[in-house]
């Protein structure tokens, strides 16, 4: 009696310090589930498409041009006499002067500029302005379409997706969905030609 109860008490043991079929299986399950997830992850990284950098999509370059970026002048440099005092703006492309190349591969390039009385500006725009010439990101703050249309009687920027108006003069949301202002683009003129002095002032495109 006393053997066989050793021997049921070692094979109880053995049992306790060895996995149980059950264990081993839901392990290798997991460590199976992992490896597929994984995997996927892989697999999903590799699919999303890697933007190459060139100087087509770069942004906005300190030296760069500004040049229209449609209409009949489309890739012309725009000209301060070109922009009538009062709107409305321009939508334009950066250009690198030296080697002519549009930075239009890129849709955050695309920017609005254009000319107010340099007094009717608040400080903070017109320290970035150049002689009532003042240039902004044109991929509104909402849901990043482009802002392409000129309140004339309001003398206001809006965007034709959800309405929202922008003030060119404070760089503020007069009313609409857009989270904030448009990020102002610093500029300086050489003779007759709006020229990149900085880098954006703030984030670009959609902020919700
Ligand atoms: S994307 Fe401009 S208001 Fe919605």
Redesign the pocket.
Known sequence: MVMEDREEAMREADEKAMPTRRAVLQAALGTAAVATLLSSLYVGAGLIPRVTKTPENEPPQEGDILVYATGAKMNQPILTSDLAEGGPFQLAFPMDPKTKVIRNKEPKNTLLVLKQPPGSYDAKVAAHAAQGVVCYSAI?T????T?SLWDAAQKLMR?P????LYDPRQDRVVS???PQALAQLPIRLEGAQIVVAGAFLGPVGAQV
């Open positions: 509104c909402h849901l990043g379409c802002v965007c997706c959800h309405g929202a609409g969905p857009a």
